[in-house]
């Protein structure tokens, strides 16, 4: 077993940000008022973030990319039943996590978008919809994906602490620093400085995106 580069840096950036953001817009949202206005800009940026991921996990190094954990069912089901993953990216259960989360994070912020709370804030495309659209995609923005993005976090947390008792396998230092024990021949992620920049380029343009969005 050697160390290998898995995860590029992109990724790595874009775990923890998403990460620290997600959970700065779930308290924003809880504490209300002022802190709305931290709620939006958070907001916007899970939105850069998840588009950024969209696109990098089609261009993205290898084991970033949607089609190295994307799992058949029966390879799925061999797994629950104790079968070793043969891929060295995300295991199946992690694929079904990865999937999840980004779904739902992705109908949550961009919900956002068409919400208000009926005092002083409000997305910038409410003004395209009635106010009977927009109070429906509210409660889905608040009372549904919200409690899901809870659900699902929880759920993500406990994978990682049985990985860690169970299967003696620690998920979080290979996040921190790219790198995994795997068979001497797999090949490494490309994390080159070129790949850095296309990454770079890539959130550039999300971020431009987003932000002609909100200033519709």
Do not use: C
Not at 20 to 26: G, H, I, N, T
Not at 60 to 86: H, N, Q, T, V, W
Not at 199 to 216: E, G
């Amino acid at each position: 077993m050697a160390g290998k580069r898995i995860w590029d840096l992109p990724l790595r950036l874009f775990h923890w940000t998403l990460a620290a953001l997600v959970v700065v817009s779930l308290v924003t949202q809880q504490i209300g008022g002022n802190a709305m206005e931290w709620h939006f800009l958070s907001g916007y940026a899970v939105l850069v973030l998840l588009l950024f991921r969209l696109v990098w996990g089609v261009v993205g190094s290898r084991y970033a990319r949607f089609a190295d954990f994307l799992y058949a069912p029966a390879e799925i089901l061999a797994y629950l039943r104790g079968a070793k993953a043969r891929r060295h990216g995300h295991n199946p259960l992690g694929s079904l996590s990865v999937f999840a989360l980004l779904g739902v994070l992705l109908l949550q912020a961009s919900s956002g978008l068409l919400a208000n709370d009926d005092i002083a804030s409000e997305g910038p495309l409410v003004k395209f919809i009635s106010k009977e659209w927009s109070d429906s995609i509210t409660w889905f923005h608040k009372d549904v994906s919200g409690t899901l993005i809870y659900v699902l976090v929880a759920l993500h947390l406990a994978a990682i602490v049985w990985y860690r008792i169970v299967r003696r396998e620690n998920l979080v230092s290979p996040m921190i620093t790219g790198d995994k024990q795997v068979d001497a021949e797999v090949p490494a992620a490309d994390d080159s400085a070129r790949r850095r920049g296309l990454a770079a380029l890539i959130l550039a343009l999300a971020a431009a995106l987003v932000y002609a969005i909100a200033h519709l």
